[in-house]
């Protein structure tokens, strides 16, 4: 299968700082990437999706000013976590998958980023 | 709005016994997902069932499809100590779509 790798994938911050956390496809083109979240013991809960050069369309309830999502390349999705606080500490995943028939039923998932924020 | 359900949430069962876990999910659905989850770790595909009535096997794993119940199960049969992990079914949020909605997981533990 498809490969896609997150980096960094631990990040230990001080409140208040920024995060950036980086997705990419490493053998195909994602035109389309998720960003969960997954909180110790709970489901993944999707944050928002990200398509390759438009904005990137978030769920209900997670704030796109804070979670600042960027997909300038088909191998390449950030997720920026601003101004990030203790509450923002969690297990951040991406997902990667193309356009066409072929890929509809087909997510890939990266390895995670785990974020602790003291 | 699509709700999927797991059931149960926790398991610990004997290693040699089979067992089934359970998927509901609440809206017309096209495909079914389910996957494994080791702790610490991120999701490893298990199986994509794309049609009522569809059955997958792999080892000692088997899931099968039914779309008119809307119910999935993940069936382990003579369970050994490898298969502990979470499993998580999920369902696309609209019909042909990408975006995934998952069940709350169900922690599986074997023992010896």
């Known amino acids: 299968g498809a490969v896609v790798s997150q980096h960094p994938s631990w990040v230990i911050c001080k409140s208040g700082t920024s995060v950036k956390i980086e997705c990419r496809s490493l053998d195909f083109q994602a035109t389309t990437m998720f960003w969960y979240r997954q909180f110790p013991k709970q489901s993944l809960m999707l944050m928002a999706t990200?398509?390759?050069?438009?904005?990137?369309?978030?769920e209900q309830g997670v704030e796109k000013d804070k979670f600042l999502i960027n997909h300038a390349s088909l191998t390449l999705s950030t997720l920026t976590v601003t101004s990030a606080h203790p509450e923002d500490s969690s297990f951040y995943i991406c997902?990667?998958?193309?356009?066409?028939?072929?890929?509809?039923?087909?997510?890939?998932f990266g390895p995670g980023t785990r974020l602790l924020v003291l | 709005e699509l709700k999927v359900e797991q059931n149960p949430l926790f398991l610990s069962m004997q290693e040699g016994k089979n067992y089934t876990i359970y998927c509901n999910y609440s809206?017309?659905?096209?495909?079914l997902y389910w996957y494994r989850q080791d702790p610490g770790k991120s999701l490893e595909s298990l199986f994509v069932?794309?049609?009522?009535?569809a059955v997958k096997q792999e080892g000692r794993l088997m899931a099968s499809l039914d779309t008119k119940a809307r119910l999935s199960t993940l069936h382990i049969t003579a369970a050994v100590h490898d298969l502990s992990a979470t499993y998580f079914c999920a369902v696309p949020l609209i019909q042909g779509a990408q975006k995934l909605v998952f069940g709350q997981g169900t922690r599986l533990t074997i023992n010896p």
């Open positions: 809206t017309t659905s096209d495909r």
């Open positions: 069932l794309l049609s009522n009535g």
């Open positions: 990200s398509n390759e050069g438009s904005k990137a369309t978030y």
């Open positions: 997902s990667a998958t193309g356009t066409g028939t072929g890929w509809i039923e087909t997510q890939y």
